[in-house]
Nanobody, 121 residues
């Protein structure tokens, strides 16, 4: 079984920075894409950032220029560097891996447990 472990969440002042990490363990043949999603109370889950195997990135308009997603393929780890944090960034952040367990096998989504990010003065 694949397990994703998230870390790095916490409290930040507006304008501050946090760095989230997500490490995958288990039997993985390949990872097609990795991404970060967030969900605030009473709101829908939304995509924050995504990175593919060829290092192409996609960001939500609300975080462009402030957040940076990166990956370390050797360790199946990804990070989300969050700068210039705003109150509206407050949410539970979830990491997601789209992975295959064997060549030509189906792509399966795995989710982390979530980590709380709170931006408040």
């Amino acid at each position: 079984q694949v397990q994703l472990v998230e870390s790095g969440g916490g409290l930040s002042q507006p304008g501050g920075s946090l760095r989230l990490s997500c490490a995958a363990s288990g039997s993985i043949f390949s990872i097609d894409a990795m991404g970060w999603y967030r969900q605030a109370p009473g709101k829908q889950r939304e995509l924050v950032a995504r990175i593919t195997g060829n290092s192409r990135t996609l960001y939500a308009d609300s975080v462009k220029g402030r957040f940076t997603i990166s990956r370390d393929s050797a360790s199946n780890t990804m990070h989300l560097q969050m700068n210039s944090l705003k109150a509206e960034d407050t949410a539970v952040y979830y990491c997601n891996f789209a992975a295959r367990h064997f060549l030509l096998g189906p792509v399966v989504d795995y989710w982390g447990q979530g980590t709380q990010v709170t931006v408040s003065s």
